[in-house]
């Protein structure tokens, strides 16, 4: 077996130098709560560790009307940010219940977008925030909408030199409301076998624009647009909440596997969109 | 080989790991502190919780090397020799702890609760204990056993 | 006589260890030069080793030792010595084939890769009523149902089970599944062996009946005869596997610290292993389960069937008692011959009814062994038994309650196994059990005791 390394580098520009340098044989680790499992079950053997704590990577800050959020800022540090709760608290409760505490206080923003992982709740909270993140490399640096980052499951855009620096969230609307919902067996330690996020913004009783993010119901977090359209410029009454859970059910496209089968993940999402949709309307 | 240094328990070590050494493997193999417990090795159970730098985390997907220059807290630091923390006490007295094999990472779980939150309702400590799996005493006895030690703390500091 | 002990409120011996963290469990205790163990396991349910090729895995640097079915003294152990510790025959995916001693875990795991199999694979079986059917595939070439002496099902009969439906007002049927269930218990399966210098082996064990397992362990290891010093409770029923050579004092078993068992760790899951392994390569050898092993490949509480049906007088008294249950047992018998036994003698539940007539049927399929889980067969029956009281209730308009205080054993009643009671508490403890739930009982049930019942 070649013998592994383990770099700190102590700022952005080190880090990049070193993605550069080892591209693929590299992994950046941050936490290490998606990468260390995948070591352990002897899935992945890195020969090169790039550990990111040290470059600075971790705040929570306003930058003119945008939240920015550096990529090792972790979940428990999210969830517990006043600036957070208040220009994003979707965000704030979707990763205020990722894992338990052991896991949220080492498990950080930029790793849950780069697993990439079907059910990331930090990935499905972001994207019905309409955020955007910011790969750097000696490149330079590329911007994406978190909805266009994923690929398919565990892929993404990235390429193996580029880092994510930081996560933009644009300000939400006055009237904006959230909801958020995750499935599982038990509340603490499980991926969801469905999760939503929604992001509303009402004007005068109707809704002007809808963001309605389905987790683990498709290869990757899936934006359901039709079921969003379906509430624009409507108000939000029981029928038009019923055509955009059934416009949301149908745009999934699940798996069956131990943790729910397709079958139910669909019906539980128009489920779960329904109810969130209700108690949002009121 | 890399070297890390750590201080664990008040003690300062120094090792050779490998870049994907766990805390765990360090803790356990190579400096023989046996309290942490390899209940999964994939981050699900929670005995192999330890404290970093005052907080929980677990230790059996904790790269050895990120812990460089910190802190680790394990059982054996909760008190002095001879000394039981009032957690350790009220685990023993209201029977939070049956196999024993949950009860450290249990223990390191209800310190880093009453660290931050020294009167924590019955939900509270749920919430905080929830990434600690007992399969022994379906957790009521230990979550009595968190509200006591709790409740003497509070007596002890008026 | 003053107690001293008994109602006191006693702690734990053990606790003080477990809260300071000094409890040493067997993946605790480290001896130096100590071997990690990985076991090949079969990628196929059922099929014949053809061709088991180790020579590469042998040869990688850091194998200490790989060890197949031709190293296991006696490959075959269990309450009836029907599993082999490596097998030839595969009869559930993951089944082990082949084990390897390595510097580390991950030289073990670069060994398993090296290790050449050919598998002839075979027709499976999954549901017990499908294995039932005599053209079945064979799990086992004896057959897919146990067999309890003559007959292929444990039977208890009380008084004419006949007679019993004629007296009857109703008659009330009921159909329960009871789903596997995994002990999931915290410490995994672990195991560490050491030679000694003076020849015997020390043995940390996690098992749960460490002198039943030392009994069958010498059996495997075939050691050298010796007498039997050790003769436990066990004996008479493992005798069979102990093949007559026994050498109970060239193993020092050191146990007690058990991690979580709930009758997991009633079986032997990893010490015939590293025994086999530390005498092989003459070094100490560990070996701890991954705990997707633990939940894929360990015993489990295997899935019941449990057809019930009962004949009740207008006046709910239960005169007679017929049951039909089936067990999964997996792929081998392990502790499930005596699951079904307690079963069947215990589904009864804690009623009296003169007529009683039950079949209990042990039956393979092509699934890691079920075995012992909390009850050993009792808490399926009383999950089912308990619902169909629910049920007689429903059908003769009695309440839950009467109709168990009705039917409950009395002191002087016997048993479907011919026992009689005394010192019986049942109505004592309803009536008590009533009171602290906040139940108002009517009087007739308040009058009730479990002296002897009248004609
Ligand atoms: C018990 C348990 C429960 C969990 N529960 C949940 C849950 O409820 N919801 C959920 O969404 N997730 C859950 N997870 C998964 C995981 O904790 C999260 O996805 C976490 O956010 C990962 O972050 P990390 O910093 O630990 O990532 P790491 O493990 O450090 O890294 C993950 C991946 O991202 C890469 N990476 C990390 N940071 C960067 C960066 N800045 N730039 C480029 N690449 C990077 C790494 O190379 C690696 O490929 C759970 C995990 C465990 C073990
Ligand atoms: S051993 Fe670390 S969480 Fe289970
Ligand atoms: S005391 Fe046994 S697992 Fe908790």
């Not at chain 1, 978190?146 to 969230?169: C, D, W, Y």
């Not at chain 1, 996020?197 to 290869?219: F, S, Y």
């Not at chain 2, 929830?130 to 005493?137: D, E, M, S």
């Amino acid at each position: 077996m070649a013998q592994a390394e383990f770099y700190r580098p102590a700022n952005l520009d080190e880090a990049c130098a070193l993605l550069t340098q080892y591209g693929a044989k590299a992994k950046v680790i941050a936490g290490g709560t998606d990468l260390m499992v995948a070591v352990n079950r002897k899935r992945l053997s890195p020969e090169v560790l790039i550990y990111i704590g040290d470059c600075g990577l971790n705040y929570v800050k306003m930058v003119g009307d945008q939240l920015v959020i550096g990529a090792f800022t972790t979940h428990t540090e999210l969830a517990k940010s006043s600036l957070v709760m208040e220009k994003a608290p979707l965000l704030a409760e979707a990763v205020g219940q990722i894992g338990s505490r052991a896991i949220r206080n080492m498990g950080t923003i930029g790793g849950n977008l780069v697993t990439a992982s079907p059910a990331a709740d930090g990935a499905a909270a972001l994207m019905a925030l309409d955020a955007e993140l910011k790969l750097v490399s000696q490149n330079g640096e590329r911007v994406f909408r978190v909805e266009s980052f994923f690929t398919g499951p565990g892929e993404t855009v990235r390429q193996a030199h580029e880092l994510i620096k930081e996560i933009i969230i644009p300000p939400q609307a006055a009237g904006s409301k959230h909801g958020w919902y995750k499935l599982g067996q038990r509340k603490a330690d499980v991926c969801g076998a469905v999760s939503a996020a929604i992001v509303v913004e009402m004007q005068n009783g109707t809704c002007r624009k809808a963001r309605i993010v389905l987790g683990a119901v498709a290869p990757t977090p899936l934006l359901a647009q039709a079921a969003g359209s379906k509430l624009q410029g409507k108000a939000l009454d029981h029928t038009v909440i019923a055509e955009a859970a059934q416009a949301a059910a149908n745009a999934t496209a699940p798996i069956d596997d131990w943790r729910a089968t397709a079958w139910y993940r669909q019906r539980a999402s128009g489920a779960i969109v329904k109810r969130l949709l209700e108690q949002i309307s009121v | 080989m890399p070297m890390l240094e750590l201080r664990v328990n008040g003690r300062d070590y120094r090792v050779l790991v490998e870049p994907t050494t766990t805390l765990l493997e360090v803790l356990r193999e190579k400096l023989l502190i046996i309290s942490p417990k390899v209940g999964c090795n994939t981050g699900d159970c929670g005995t192999c919780s330890v404290l970093l730098e005052d907080k929980l985390v677990r230790s059996c997907i904790t790269v050895a090397l990120v812990a460089q220059g910190k802190e680790v807290t394990t059982v054996e630091g909760l008190a002095a020799p001879g000394e039981l923390h009032p957690l350790q006490k009220a685990f023993h007295e209201h029977y939070g702890s049956q196999c024993g094999f949950c009860t450290p990472g249990m223990l390191l779980a209800a310190k880093a609760l009453l660290d931050e939150n020294p009167n924590p309702t019955e939900d509270e400590v749920k919430e905080a204990i929830a990434g600690n799996l007992c399969r022994c005493t379906g957790y009521v006895k230990i979550i009595e056993s968190i509200r006591a030690a709790a409740a003497e703390m509070a007596t002890a500091k008026a | 006589m003053a107690l001293k002990v008994v109602g006191t409120r006693q702690k734990r011996y053990d606790g003080l260890a477990h809260v300071t963290g000094e409890t040493r469990f067997v993946d605790d205790v480290f001896v130096p030069g100590t071997l990690a163990v990985k076991v090949l396991r079969s990628p196929i349910v059922k099929g014949r080793v053809k061709n088991l090729d180790t020579t590469a895995a042998e040869r990688l640097a850091g194998v200490a030792g790989v060890i197949t079915p031709a190293d296991v003294p006696v490959n075959g152990y269990g309450l009836i010595p029907d599993q082999p510790v490596l097998a030839e025959s595969i009869r559930y995916k993951g089944e082990p084939i082949a084990a390897v001693a390595a510097v580390d875990e991950d030289t073990a795991l670069e060994a398993l890769d090296l290790i050449h199999v050919d598998i002839d694979a075979q027709e499976a079986v999954f549901d017990p009523l499908e294995a039932m059917k005599p053209d079945a595939p064979r799990v086992r070439p004896e057959g897919n149902i146990l067999m309890f002496g003559e007959r292929n099902f444990r039977q208890v009969v009380l008084g004419d089970i006949e007679a019993g439906f004629k007296e009857a007002d109703h008659v009330i049927e009921g159909e329960y599944f009871h789903p596997a269930l995994e002990h999931a218990q915290l410490e995994p399966q672990t195991s560490l062996a050491v030679p000694e210098a003076n020849g015997k082996l020390t043995i940390y064990t996690v098992s749960q009946a460490l002198y039943f397992h030392l009994g069958m362990l010498a059996g495997i290891l075939h050691m050298k005869p010796d007498d039997l010093r050790c003769v436990c409770k066990w004996a008479g029923r493992t005798r069979s596997s102990w093949r007559g050579s026994i050498g109970l004092s060239d193993i020092k078993y050191v146990g007690g610290t058990v991690g979580g068992g709930f009758g997991g760790k009633n079986d032997i899951h990893a010490d015939h292993v590293t025994a086999i392994l530390a005498l092989k390569t003459g070094r100490p050898v560990k070996w701890r389960w991954t705990r997707e092993e633990e939940l894929l490949y360990s015993t489990y509480r295997g899935a019941w069937i449990i057809k019930i049906k009962d004949g009740v007088r207008n006046d709910g008294r239960m005169v007679a008692r017929q049951v039909e249950s089936i067990r999964d047992a997996g792929a081998y018998t392990s502790m499930n011959s005596y699951v079904v036994d307690k079963h069947c003698f215990l589904v009864n539940g804690p009623y009296h009814v003169p007529n009683i007539y039950i079949k209990g049927y042990c039956v393979y399929t092509n699934k890691p062994p079920s075995s012992s889980m909390r009850g050993f067969g009792v808490t399926p029956a009383t999950f089912a038994t308990e619902v169909q009281m629910d049920k007689i209730a429903e059908a003769v308009g009695l309440s839950p309650w009467e109709v168990r205080f009705i039917n409950a054993v009395r002191n002087g009643d016997q048993t479907a196994t011919r026992r009689k009671l005394d010192s019986v508490y049942l109505i004592e403890t309803m009536q008590t059990l009533a009171k602290r739930a906040g139940v108002v009982l009517p009087e007739k049930l308040q009058a009730m005791t479990s002296a002897e019942r009248g004609a």
